[in-house]
DNA sequence: ACATGTTCCGCAAACGTTTCCAACATAGGG
DNA sequence: CCCTATGTTGGAAACGTTTGCGGAACATGT
C-alpha cells in the first residue's frame, strides 16, 4: 500500500536558488562557469547547494545540452580474458575524460550485438563497437546516427583501429620451421568472425610463403573446451605443431594433450593466440602471438573522443597496431614422427 | 571549421505527429498505451515513425518519467574471473526486464569505489553494488538517495544477499582432517576485505573445532602474482596443505610450487576458494570451495528489481546462499615430512 | 428529439536544466 | 553631467516527452 520506499527527493537547482536567495539561472551560472558571477554571490550558491545536498538532474541536462557524457561499449565476451585489459583501459581512459562507460556483452552473437548496439546508442554520445559478427549494412545504420568507432576489424563505415597480424604470424611460421616442423594444423575460431578468417588468410599464406604444410581444422568453439576435440583432430591429423585460434583454445589443446599422455612441447607443439594474462602462467608457459590489445584500446578510446570533441574526424581515419611473436615453453624442434 | 561531423538530427514526436496528422500527444499514446487510441490512426502513427526512424529521446522521457531505465553494477575488478558469471548473469536478468546496465570497475580501490558509485548513482534508478571496502557511512549516504542491494557483503543499510562459507569452510577443513593434513596454511587476501575477514574467521573456527593447526599468513595480493610468495612462506612454515585465499592465489601458488619441484598433491595439498571456471581446468584441476556467485547475482537482480517494482523492500531483505567443497586433485594424503 | 455514456483526440502544463536577451547598477571617460 | 562600457543578475524560452483535463463525435437508450 505504501508503495516503493520513498527516496528523499532530490533538491532541484530552484530549492538552492531559493536558499541562496538567487534565480535559477545564477545557480545555473555559479556551477558552470563560474567567471560569470560575482564571487560572493558563487560562494552563496555553493554553500546551499552543498547544504541540499544538491545533485543537477542528468535527463534535464542532457535535454537542453543535446548529449548524455555517457560512452558506450560492445564486446563479444567479457568473459574472454583476451577483452579484460581492452574494457579496462577503454574505461580508464573514457573516466578520465570525465564520461561514464556503458558495457554491453553479446554473448558472441550476432542479433544480441545489434540489439544492444541499438539500444545503447540511444543513450550515448558515442560508442565503441568490438563486434566481429555485426554485417555491414547493421553497422552501417548505427553509425549514421551515432559517432562510433570500431575496434579490432576493418570498416569503411567509420573510423576503425585494427591489429596487423601480420609481423606476429610470419614470426610464429618462422619460429616453428626453424624448429623443423613441416605438417602444422591450425583450429580454426567461429566461421563468421572476421578475426578467424583473418588469421586464417595469414597463416595460409606466411606457411606457403616458407613451406610448410598447413592442415586447416574446424571451426571450434573460440572457448576452453573447443580445445579439446582441436587437439584431437590435430593429432589424427599428424602434425606436430598446431596454431589455435587463440590462447583459450590452446589452453584447452594442452590439457586434452596431456590427459591423452601426449607430452608437449616434446611430442607436440603449441601455439596459442592473444598473448592473455593467463598464457604466462599455464605449465608450461605458452608460445604465442601477442595481440596489442590495450593499445588499440588507447587508440580506440582517443579517436572516439576525438571525433565528439568535435574536430572533425581523427587524422588517421584508421590505425594499425603489430602484434608479434612471444616465444615461451611450448614449442620445441620438431621430432621425427614414432620416437 | 565544420566542426564535429553532423550527425543527422534525430526525429522528434513532433515530425511524426506531423506526417501522420494528429498530435505529439496521440503519437505518445500510440506508442505507450495502445489501447486508448484508435487502431487505424495507430496504424498511421506507427508507420510514420518507422518511416522517420523514429525513436524517443531517453532524456526528455527520464525527465518527465522520473527514471532512467538504466540500473548500475559495480564490481571490484571486470579481470578476476570470479565476478564474470556474475556479471553475466545480472546482465541477463536486467536486459530481460528491459533495462540497459552500467557496469563500473573500481581497480579494487575505495576510492574509485565511492567515486564510481556516486557518478552512477546520479543516473540509474538502482544499483547493485558489489563493493567489499565501501565504508559503511559512505554506503549509506548512497543508499538514501538510490535504491541498492549489495552483494557479498553483510549490510544493515541495504538489503543484501551474501554466502554462507561455512559449510563449505568445514567441508574443506574436514576434508583435509581426513587425508591426515593436522597443520595447514591459510594465505590472507586484502586485509581491508570483508571477504578475507570472513573466510579468515571461518577458518580459524573450523580448524580449531577439528584440531588442525591453523598458520596464517600474508596478507598477499588477491591475484595469481600473489601466490608466489604464498607459497614460499607456506612451505617455510613447514605446512602440508595450503588453504588460498581465492583460486587466482591458489593457482599462483601452485605454479611456484611447480617451478620449485614441489609435487603437487604429493606433497603438498592446495585448496582454493571462489571455484572460478579456470579452476577445474587446471593441471591437476583444483580442490576448491565453490562459491554460488551465479545464484547471488539473481538474487540480487531480483531483489533489485523487485524494490524498483515498488512493491515495498522485498520479503527477505537479505538472502544467504551456501557454498560448497568441490574436491578434484589437489588434495592427497599427507606424508610424513622428510619422506 | 433528448439525455447519457463511450471513444477518441488535442491542448497545455509539467519535468529540471541551460542560455539568450534584457535590465539594472556601477564606473570611467569625455 | 551625460554617454558608454562593463559586470552582474533575472526573466523566459527551449529541449522532447508524458499525461490530466476537457471537448467533439458518435452510439445508445428512452
Redesign the interface.
Known amino acids: 500500500m505504501?508503495?516503493?520506499?520513498e527516496?528523499?527527493r532530490?533538491a532541484t537547482i530552484h530549492a538552492v536558488a531559493a536558499l541562496a536567495g538567487v534565480s535559477p539561472s545564477t545557480v545555473s551560472r555559479a556551477l558552470n562557469s563560474p567567471g560569470l558571477v560575482n564571487a560572493v554571490t558563487r560562494q552563496r550558491v555553493l554553500e546551499s547547494a552543498e547544504q541540499l545536498g544538491y545533485?543537477?538532474?542528468?535527463?534535464?541536462r542532457?535535454?537542453v545540452l543535446g548529449r548524455?557524457s555517457?560512452l558506450g561499449l560492445i564486446v563479444p565476451d567479457?568473459?574472454n580474458?583476451f577483452f579484460?585489459?581492452f574494457?579496462?583501459a577503454v574505461?580508464a581512459q573514457v573516466r578520465q575524460a570525465s564520461y561514464?562507460?556503458?558495457?554491453?556483452?553479446t554473448?558472441e552473437d550476432v542479433e544480441v550485438e545489434v540489439e544492444a548496439a541499438r539500444?545503447?546508442a540511444?543513450?550515448v554520445d558515442g560508442m565503441i563497437l568490438c563486434a566481429p559478427r555485426m554485417p555491414g549494412n547493421r553497422l552501417r545504420s548505427i553509425a549514421?546516427?551515432?559517432?562510433v568507432v570500431i575496434a579490432n576489424r576493418q570498416s569503411r563505415t567509420a573510423p576503425a583501429v585494427t591489429m596487423d597480424i601480420g609481423p606476429g604470424v610470419r614470426q610464429a611460421v618462422a619460429h616453428v620451421h626453424a624448429l623443423g616442423h613441416r605438417r602444422c594444423a591450425f583450429l580454426s575460431g567461429p566461421r563468421g568472425s572476421w578475426s578467424n578468417q583473418q588469421r586464417l588468410r595469414f597463416f595460409t599464406a606466411a606457411c606457403q610463403a616458407q613451406g610448410v604444410e598447413l592442415i586447416v581444422l574446424g571451426p571450434f568453439e573460440p572457448v576452453?573446451g573447443g580445445g579439446y576435440r582441436g587437439a584431437d583432430e590435430a593429432v589424427a591429423a599428424g602434425v606436430t605443431a598446431i596454431f589455435a585460434y587463440n590462447d583459450l583454445v590452446a589452453?584447452?589443446v594442452?590439457?586434452r594433450l596431456?590427459d591423452r599422455g601426449i607430452r608437449v612441447p616434446g611430442e607436440m607443439s603449441v601455439l596459442g593466440f592473444d598473448d592473455i594474462?593467463?598464457a604466462s602462467?599455464m605449465?608450461p608457459p605458452l608460445t604465442t602471438v601477442m595481440m596489442p590489445i590495450t593499445a588499440v584500446a588507447r587508440a580506440s578510446a582517443s579517436m572516439l573522443l576525438a571525433?565528439?570533441?568535435?574536430?572533425?574526424?581523427p587524422r588517421p581515419a584508421a590505425q594499425e597496431l603489430a602484434a608479434r611473436l612471444v616465444i615461451r615453453s611450448t614449442t620445441e624442434s620438431a621430432r621425427p614422427a614414432g620416437l
Chains 1, 2 share one sequence.
Open positions: 505504501e508503495g516503493a520506499r527516496v528523499a532530490a545533485q543537477p538532474n542528468r535527463a534535464a542532457s535535454l548524455t555517457n567479457i568473459a580474458p579484460t585489459p574494457i579496462k574505461q561514464s562507460l556503458f558495457l554491453a556483452d554473448d539500444a545503447m540511444k543513450q549514421v546516427h551515432t559517432p576452453f589452453l584447452g594442452m590439457s596431456n594474462p593467463m602462467m605449465n571525433l565528439l570533441g568535435g574536430n572533425g574526424p
